[in-house]
């Protein structure tokens, strides 16, 4: 019954946004849809031929990955059988408050993998709650893992979730792991799917140059209709792009819910050193350590060291999302203010590993990462600018563009994988606009840096004229690069 009022709900948006886009269509004039006028022009969304041929060759090369090249990899990691089995597997869990209900999901979901595989596994959980660790001992004894899976704890200060990692790829090198074992990395909300494990560990024999791999991912979300629909296309669109970047083997991100290393990674003091203790020299804001974005400096690390990145799509983990605000808008927010960060303060030292390094495509889509904010905004204010100089047509001819191309990018993501709702054509419109204001402001304050589940920030200590000219240097520069993008416009116009 649940499923049926789900699935008429749905209908129910899907006829819904499509009346609404009949009902623009009619309000426009006639000329709008004559190839030979000039409003046609407009129509076919010259201004977005960089966005819109940077997404269509992110999607055709994300579906040649899932539907050509990775099902004959696959065949190939089945033709390698027991050869590709690792000598050990290690299943490290960072957990900090998280509740007790979600700790207890996830560590059942690891002690049954580590028990499924069938190879010498020791879990590894770095935690700080003494809670934590009778939760965990209290499952482990229920379950009765075989003598081949043991268990190690690793108590760590409540300092933050890269001191936690580092702790325990520390106490992982005293385990002293030989070249042919792998170590995966799982956050302390992550619930693994069955034999999620025996998906992804042969990948190291089969490519000698991978460092480290990540995993699809789905979620469920304690918050509102309309987090979770966030959430869903979230996760879809990152399928799309993974793939897409995984054909070059240069995954842009190890993902914190769930990544596997070489063991010689892992325990490699540089390795160690620029996920605990990351940092950037910033020509105008000093120095500054990272707070957040332990995925990208591990992958940044990664780089470095000379090891390329993979992505397994048929390998699925379920995180367990805990929105930090009740209200949409703040919550949303507040993650794309972390997630844009943590990309952007890697960036240009990404790219300062250079072509040969990253490889063509991959230097594009960094580079691309800058180009964004400024181009998504493009449409909307040429549409706005021209609409209150001209006519309101200029915009209701915008609007209807958005709402057809956004509902074709919907229906193109439905062979992610993923499911799809009547929302995500509007909020892949929402994330466009509100995504590259949030660019642009943390672009300019790129030390600015907070914890969404602890609710910490990053404080840096700052004498007070420091602090005063990080604040207004970086005012004046959003203000003054917001302007040229203005006047741009109304030159355009």
Not at 13 to 20: D, I, K, Q
Not at 68 to 75: D, S
Not at 199 to 213: A, H, I, S, Y
Not at 437 to 449: N, S
Request: with cysteine; glycine share 6%.
């Amino acid at each position: 019954m649940e499923k049926l009022k789900k699935g008429f709900n749905e209908a129910t948006g899907w006829l819904l946004y499509l009346s609404l886009l009949m009902l623009l269509a009619m309000a426009l004039p006639k000329t709008v849809f004559n190839p030979d006028s000039k409003d046609f022009i407009l129509l076919i969304g010259l201004v977005g031929i960089w966005r819109y041929s940077m997404g269509a060759l992110h999607f055709l090369r994300g579906c040649l990955f899932l539907y050509v090249v990775f099902p004959y990899y696959r065949r190939q990691i089945r033709k390698l059988g027991k050869h590709a089995a690792p000598s050990h597997v290690y299943l490290m869990v960072t957990s900090f408050r998280i509740e007790a209900l979600t700790t207890a999901q996830v560590y059942q979901s690891v002690i049954r993998e580590a028990i499924d595989c069938g190879y010498p596994t020791t879990v590894v959980c770095s935690i700080v709650e003494y809670s934590d660790e009778l939760l965990i001992k209290n499952l482990w004894d229920r379950m009765t893992p075989p003598e081949h899976v043991k268990l190690d704890f690793v108590r760590i200060p409540g300092t933050g979730k890269r001191d936690g990692l580092a702790h325990g790829f520390r106490a992982i090198s005293r385990m002293m792991p030989d070249a042919h074992a792998v170590v995966a990395v799982i956050d302390g909300d992550t619930v693994l799917d069955h034999g999620v494990v025996k998906k992804t560990v042969p990948w190291f024999k089969l490519f000698p140059r991978v460092g480290g791999l990540t995993t699809n991912e789905f979620c469920e979300v304690r918050g509102s209709y309309l987090m979770s629909e966030w959430h869903k296309l979230r996760f879809a669109q990152r399928h799309i792009n993974m793939c897409s970047m995984a054909l070059s083997k240069r995954v842009l991100t190890m993902t914190g819910r769930m990544s596997v290393f070489r063991a010689q990674v892992v325990t490699d003091p540089g390795f160690i050193a620029d996920v605990e203790s990351d940092h950037l020299d910033h020509w105008r804001l000093g120095r500054f350590q990272f707070l957040t974005g332990d995925d990208k400096s591990s992958w940044y690390s990664l780089m470095r060291l000379g090891y390329d990145t993979f992505y397994v799509p048929d390998a699925a983990i379920n995180t367990v999302e805990h929105p930090p605000e009740k209200s949409f808008i703040k919550a949303s927010r507040k993650l794309m203010f972390r997630w844009y960060g943590n990309n952007l303060r890697q960036n240009s030292r990404a790219l300062a590993l250079g072509v040969r390094r990253l490889g063509l495509f991959t230097s594009v889509v960094l580079f691309d990462q800058r180009l964004s904010m400024w181009t998504c905004l493009l449409g909307l204010g040429v549409a706005i600018i021209a609409s209150i100089k001209y006519s309101i047509a200029y915009l209701l001819i915008y609007l209807l563009w958005i709402g057809v191309t956004r509902l074709i990018l919907t229906l193109l993501l439905s062979l992610s994988g993923h499911r799809i709702g009547p929302l995500f054509p509007t909020m892949l419109y929402y994330n466009q606009i509100v995504g590259a204001l949030v660019k642009i402001y943390v672009f300019f304050r790129l030390d600015q840096q907070s914890w969404t589940r602890q609710n910490t920030k990053l404080n840096r200590d700052l004498a007070s004229f420091s602090r005063w000219f990080n604040t207004w240097s970086s005012r004046a520069m959003t203000f003054s690069a917001t302007s040229v993008f203005v006047a741009t416009l109304l030159v355009l116009v």
